[in-house]
């Protein structure tokens, strides 16, 4: 064998520079974006589902409908209407359908698979600014997110409060399912918004976007 | 399986009984190479939840690469005892598969999701054995157990939905040193009087009980690993030199 001209101290030294370069070429990051696929339902019809508390006949639904998915066609309202009773309690229930698809589509039942961070809010107006709450449990809109509030009056006495909850922990509430309290008769609108809140929701309106944003009109006789 | 200790046993000591006379090739090596994960450590699986956390086994390993220093003292001409240090590291693989995962547990537009690497220290000592098959080609074995220190990958995700930032959580990286231990068989060839090559294969493994932090996790939904307790095992497969002392 012949002699070799190789030393261990070359070995050691060409050992810390491969080491070296296998540590720096292996801290790279791995990165990606992911875009939502397409064929998301569109949202076109919003019905409010109205039962009186004290009189299970005593029903109501009110439909806001808007089927150009684009936006730029005016919504139809010419069932965005409620007639409510004075001083009753009503459950209510919201549906959401996509009407785009034959047959339509019941959005609701992914809204309530996606609860943990969907929450609805309900903006009875005209209101006094005293009696706008606005809380991690109240279903009002801040004035910062389009509520008016008046000096005047004359006030729609409309009180509505959630009942559902999610599975967050805590629990948060929701909106599919709801209470409408009326009082002394009066006229207004109920603004509805659906927010989108994915890993935001903490019971607040402002983390998030908006799905949904309609109004009915209320009428307490 | 106390019949298979008892021959092991016995192979062992016939071997180094007969052959105490001579001593083999006491060396130090460096060497390197490429590991496979294995087992759940290294599947990557779509996780889509709406209404609830999952806690998935997948540990999104891809391949990964690693240096080792070795050495050994032969007491016989086919036994030695000796040590190995190695560190590598695995990135995280199918990370649009984790990204596609979030996107649709939480229905947004986009899903940017960033992901560093694993990375593993092992000290072991062992049994070495090495045997000369034909002229300058010898088969070489180790049988090692120690300490492996592993700590896992950060992930970051961010979340947007009608370009509004809806924010990052992130899943923390751990760390935990557990026990493990490594086998390998290989070829030794002398290329130099005091200089071999060799290819070594080994299975490595060790299962550490990872605690893993979450930050800004405010609803249930989508992936969320809190506890990861699976083998982190693999094959290494690896070329390198070593230098032969007494020769």
Not at chain 1, 125 to 154: E, F, H, Q, R, Y
Not at chain 2, 119 to 129: A, E, N, R, T, V
Request: aromatic residues 10%; proline residues 4%; neutral net charge.
């Amino acid at each position: 064998m012949k002699k070799s001209n190789f030393s261990f101290r070359q070995l050691v030294y060409g050992s810390g520079i491969a080491f070296l370069m296998i540590m720096a070429g292996c801290n790279k990051k791995e990165s990606t974006v992911t875009p939502a696929p397409p064929g998301n339902e569109f949202l076109t019809t919003v019905e409010l589902k109205l039962t009186n508390a004290a009189d299970a006949t005593d029903t109501m639904t009110a439909i806001w409908r808007q089927l150009d998915p684009s936006g730029n066609a005016s919504p139809d309202t010419s069932k965005a209407i409620l007639n409510l009773k004075t001083n009753a309690t009503y459950n209510a229930q919201v549906v959401i359908l996509d009407e785009t698809q034959t047959p339509a589509v019941n959005v609701t039942d992914e809204i309530h698979d996606r609860v943990n961070y969907h929450l609805f809010y309900f903006q009875p107006t005209p209101i006094p600014a005293s009696s706008l709450v606005i809380s991690n449990t109240s279903a009002d809109i801040p004035t910062s997110d389009g509520t008016a509030v008046s000096a005047t009056g004359p006030y729609l006495n409309l009180v509505v409060s959630r009942t559902d909850l999610d599975n967050n922990n805590p629990p948060l509430q929701v909106g599919l399912m709801d209470n409408f309290v009326t009082g002394a008769a009066s006229n207004g609108w109920l603004r509805v918004v659906l927010r989108h809140q994915p890993n935001v929701k903490n019971g607040t309106f402002d983390p998030g976007s908006t799905d949904l944003d309609v109004n009915y009109k209320i009428n307490i006789n | 399986m106390s019949r298979l200790k008892l021959v092991s046993i016995i192979v062992f000591m016939v071997f180094s009984l007969g052959t105490m006379a001579q001593k083999g090739p006491s060396f130090i090596g460096v060497s390197g190479g490429i590991s496979f994960p294995t087992g759940n450590w290294g599947k990557a699986n779509f996780i889509s939840s709406t209404n609830g956390y999952v806690s998935d086994p997948a540990g999104f390993a891809d391949k990964g690469g690693f240096g080792s220093v070795d050495g050994a003292w032969f007491f016989s001409k086919h036994f030695g005892i000796g040590g190995l240090f190695s560190y590598g590291t695995h990135k995280t693989k199918n990370i649009n598969t984790l990204s596609a995962g979030y996107q649709d547990s939480f229905d947004v537009d986009q899903v940017a999701t960033t992901a560093g690497s694993y990375k593993m220290w092992s000290l072991m000592p062992g049994l070495y054995f090495d045997h000369r098959l034909w002229k300058k080609l010898s088969v070489t074995a180790r049988a090692l157990a120690g300490i492996t220190h592993t700590s896992t990958p950060e992930i970051s995700v961010d979340v947007t939905d009608s370009d509004i930032d809806d924010g990052t959580f992130v899943q923390q990286s751990a760390s935990k040193t557990a026990f493990g231990f490594d086998g390998g068989i290989g070829l030794r060839y002398s290329i130099l009087k005091c200089l071999s090559m060799r290819l070594l294969g080994d299975y490595f493994y060790s299962k550490p009980n990872f605690t893993i932090g979450n930050t800004k996790r405010l609803n249930e939904a989508g992936r969320l690993i809190n506890n990861y307790n699976q083998a982190l095992a693999g094959f290494n497969v690896s070329l390198g030199v070593a230098y032969v002392f007494g020769k």
